[in-house]
């Protein structure tokens, strides 16, 4: 069974950071991509940032290009997003989400089989 579960949300103010973990029980495929996806209230929810776990590809969202960095550590199954320079705009729950390899960059979220429960990540101005 593959179970995804995040953590490292909170509240912070503009100009600060966070760092999110999603620790992964196991990969579901040889190559898997883990997806940070968000969804604030009132929106869709849109990828954030994608890296593969073999190969190590990554993709950004233009808005985050910059301020956020994705990293994986396979020995832990686990990916990270280290989160820099936060804007009230990047308030959302924040989930990752896994699918196969290929699928990194294509943010349609039935692309991601597996998910967790989120992390809610609050900005103030």
């Known amino acids: 069974q593959v179970q995804l579960l995040e953590s490292g949300g909170g509240s912070v103010q503009a100009g600060g950071s966070l760092r999110l973990a999603c620790a992964v029980s196991?990969?579901?495929?040889?190559?898997?991509?883990i997806t940070w996806f968000r969804q604030a209230p009132g929106k869709e929810r849109e990828g954030v940032a994608s890296?593969?776990?073999?190969?190590?590809?990554?993709y950004y969202v233009d808005s985050v290009k910059g301020r956020f960095t994705i990293s994986v550590d396979n020995a832990a199954n686990a990916v990270y997003l280290q989160m820099n320079s936060l804007k009230p705009e990047d308030t959302a729950m924040y989930y990752c989400?896994?699918?196969?390899?290929?699928?990194?960059?294509?943010?349609?979220?039935?692309?991601?089989?597996?998910w967790g429960q989120g992390t809610q990540v609050t900005v103030s101005s």
């Open positions: 989400a896994a699918g196969l390899g290929g699928y990194c960059g294509i943010w349609l979220t039935t692309n991601f089989p597996y």
């Open positions: 196991r990969y579901p495929y040889w190559n898997t991509c």
């Open positions: 890296i593969s776990t073999v190969g190590g590809s990554i």
